[in-house]
T-cell receptor, first 112, second 112 residues
Framework: KQEVTQIPAALSVPEGENLVLNCSFT??????LQWFRQDPGKGLTSLLL?????REQTSGRLNASLDKSSGRSTLYIAASQPGDSATYLC???????????FGQGTRLTINP | EAQVTQNPRYLITVTGKKLTVTCSQN?????MSWYRQDPGLGLRQIYY???????DKGDVPEGYKVSRKEKRNFPLILESPSPNQTSLYFC???????????FGPGTRLTVL
């Protein structure tokens, strides 16, 4: 059974720092991996999607990498801002692109 | 505006009283799915649908039913709700399975 782990559960950094969030999964037979952001009391917003054949995806200050063989993905946030404060979740898709399994998220706080 | 809508947003009910949470998307997406989010357990998939009249179980389907009679709608039905179904529920859709997911705003359900 696929298990997705995100460490740390919470992270607090000063504004302007570059930071890395981690996601690991136990079954490397994935279709893709997505990173999401969730603000308190709100739904999830998709940030980046990496297909299993890709190594990384970039959007603005965000860069996500995928190492399928080692079961790991990282989300790199450059020049962090207070508005980046949120919970970040990763999710892997498998079984013919049907089922999703989520990690429990990393709660990120950017201090001004 | 492209969106996924859920109704109601908040619901307090009693054990055993049947209820339906509606989900609708206006993006002509083929894939739709339901999740519940619980503290310490994260987001777990309840049911998903690859297309009209095609539904399948996720990781926690017990106590729930779904139907997909039209492409845009994917209601979640609790025939006999119990207190352990108290949770935050999210509906999501994507163009097809394995593409970026769009989430609804969530429905907070309390079963007394």
């Amino acid at each position: 059974k696929q298990e997705v782990t995100q460490i740390p559960a919470a992270l607090s950094v000063p504004e302007g720092e570059n930071l890395v969030l981690n996601c690991s999964f136990t079954d490397s037979a994935i279709y893709n991996l997505q990173w999401f952001r969730q603000d308190p009391g709100k739904g999830l917003t998709s940030l980046l999607l990496i297909q299993s054949s890709q190594r990384e995806q970039t959007s603005g200050r965000l860069n996500a990498s995928l190492d399928k063989s080692s079961g790991r993905s990282t989300l790199y946030i450059a020049a962090s801002q207070p508005g980046d404060s949120a919970t970040y979740l990763c999710a892997v898709t498998h079984q013919g692109a049907q089922k999703l399994v989520f990690g429990q998220g990393t709660r990120l706080t950017i201090n001004p | 505006e492209a969106q996924v809508t859920q109704n109601p947003r908040y619901l307090i009910t009693v054990t055993g009283k049947k209820l339906t949470v509606t989900c609708s998307q206006n993006m002509n997406h083929e894939y739709m799915s339901w999740y519940r989010q619980d503290p310490g357990l994260g987001l777990r998939q309840i049911y998903y649908s690859m297309n009209v009249e095609v539904t399948d179980k996720g990781d926690v389907p017990e106590g729930y039913k779904v139907s997909r009679k039209e492409k845009r709608n994917f209601p979640l039905i609790l025939e006999s709700p119990s207190p352990n179904q108290t949770s935050l529920y999210f509906c999501a859709s994507s163009l097809w399975g394995g593409r970026s997911l769009f989430f609804g705003p969530g429905t907070r359900l309390t079963v007394l």
